[in-house]
């Protein structure tokens, strides 16, 4: 297996190299105000890795975002969350930009969109016009820049993704920004992995001093060690001309003088993204929020980020040898910050082991699990799990204290309660609801099939059948019923729910549908009268709004315009 998986990282750095040079100059920037990054591309993020750049707009919204180059838009996808309005612009050489979190769109573009969500009577909408449908010139304006969807706050979010769609490091091309500061190490972490292996006397994970020296490298005490061991790292990078945190661009390791690993964020897969989770100790993550890159890799992790691997990333050290490991951290303009780990091999005299809690119910990863007890099931498919783990499960009435959430997901893991004991009027009402902090209840998404009411999850913790009986609640924001408002461009207004969430909404005006964006983050439905659907003087609108669960709220009021 250990041979197996060396073949293959050296197979895939060949691979990798054999592509084709990424064409430099070819693509511009995005915006017409200068580049400067609040987020970069492979950037560890929540059980996903970064697929762009995320570039700042001055803190607020509505500035120009531009083709990057010649093409055309081959997709539009807007949703609530996610990417939020997002343009995909198809380029002749093969490659795609695409550009989320948008505000709106050019007006050929945005009368194209809304046609479409007008036929379809809904706001969230994906598109995938034709070739000779919306054609764009390089450094023609497509959109303005907004904050829509999962952004937490105005910004613009580009790729540039290859043609098997999967999104490439902007830098590689060009789209770049001035960086004369060396990545800065946080917290170096070193893992006795063996059965027997020890660091200074203990089995455990373990944070070590970081002495700084005048060259701006570190070096730590040498480190009496045996057996398999490994490193892992907490490092951020900064850009000239903002003072935020970002992503780090590649990190090299080796031993004696030998490179034994080597990762960069060059190119990832959107199938593999959700793997970060192997990527980082996510137990150390979940509890102190700091990911520290594990400088080794385990089993099940088949993460393309890594271009040379040896040994998968351990050290095994043997008793009276001396090894120095050398860790190299490097930003994309070429800074570098070192790290020198001086390393004594001895055998300990006695070890502090590693405490692993053993309960009944051990999960392999590469087999599915099941379990039952008191009118609760959980059933995890192979593959959920990336390691062997033995599961905290207890199994309580309604609820389920289901394992901790310093354990990862990887695909959703399904979890049923027998409901034979509810009446149908109740359970109309029922759904599954994840406890969060101090017990909140959100919404699972629920299934009732017979007697049994089942959620698929993708995080341990508590969950538990809640009910909700209480319909969303609507609220006018900019106008009263019976008011003029000929002066108001939009017509808004509040929704929330307060147990379910909001599932769907649907707007009339005198009858007819009208549109109406939803905003998640300021609980808002907004119509823009330039559509021009709104065209009588009298005009009765109607909003109903539906909560998961299926309580509906109607509102209605009456509004003049001329
Ligand atoms: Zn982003």
Known sequence: MKHFLILFFTLFALIVKAQAPVPVDYFTSPLDVGLVLSGTFGELRSNHFHSGLDIKTQQREGLNVLSSAQGYVSRINIQHYGYGKALY?????????????????????????????????????ELFPTASELKVEKGELVALSGNTGGSGGPHLHFEIRDGQQ???????????????????INSLFVY????????????????????PLN??????????ACGNIAFGISAVDKQDGASNNNGIYKIEANLNGDTVFEMNMDRFSFNETRHLNQLIDYE?????????????????????????VIDQGV?????????????????????????????????PDNVTPRNISKTDYFAQANQAFSAEENGIDVYIPKGSLYQDTYLDIKFMGDTIDFHKDDTPIHTNITVGFDVSKYKPEELEKMFIAQLGYKNRPSYSNT?????????????????TLASDTKPPSISPLNFKSGQWISGNSELK????????????YRATVNGKFILMEYEYKNNTLTHDFNDGVVTETENNLKVVVTDNVGNSQTFEATFFRK
Not at 216 to 224: A, D, V
Not at 284 to 306: A, Q
Request: no cysteine; hydrophobic share 30%; glycine share 6%.
């Open 89 to 125: 612009i198809q380029h002749p050489n093969g490659y795609t930009t695409v550009y989320g979190h948008l505000k709106k769109f050019s007006p050929e573009i945005e009368a194209y969109i809304k046609k479409q969500q007008y036929a379809k009577e809904s706001y969230e909408i």
């Open 166 to 184: 999967r999104p490439m490091n902007p830098k590689l091309f060009g789209v770049n920004v001035k960086d004369s500061q060396a990545p800065t």
């Open 192 to 211: 006795p992995l063996g059965e027997d292996a020890h660091v200074n006397g203990s089995a455990q994970r373990q944070r070590i001093r970081l002495t």
């Open 215 to 224: 060259d701006g490298s570190f070096k730590t005490e040498e480190l009496n």
């Open 284 to 308: 150390y993550f979940s509890s102190n929020k700091t990911r520290i890159t594990k400088l080794f890799v385990e089993p099940n992790n088949p993460l393309s980020v890594y271009n040379k």
């Open 315 to 347: 050290i095994n050290v043997e008793d009276s040898l001396t090894y120095l490991y050398n860790i190299k951290v490097i930003d994309f303009a070429g800074n570098q910050r070192i790290i020198r780990i001086p390393i004594k091999g001895k055998r």
């Open 447 to 463: 299934y009732l099939k017979g007697n049994r009411m089942t959620t698929g999850i993708r995080t341990f913790g508590k969950y």
């Open 493 to 504: 207004l509040r929704i929330s729910d307060d147990l379910s969430g909001i599932k769907s």
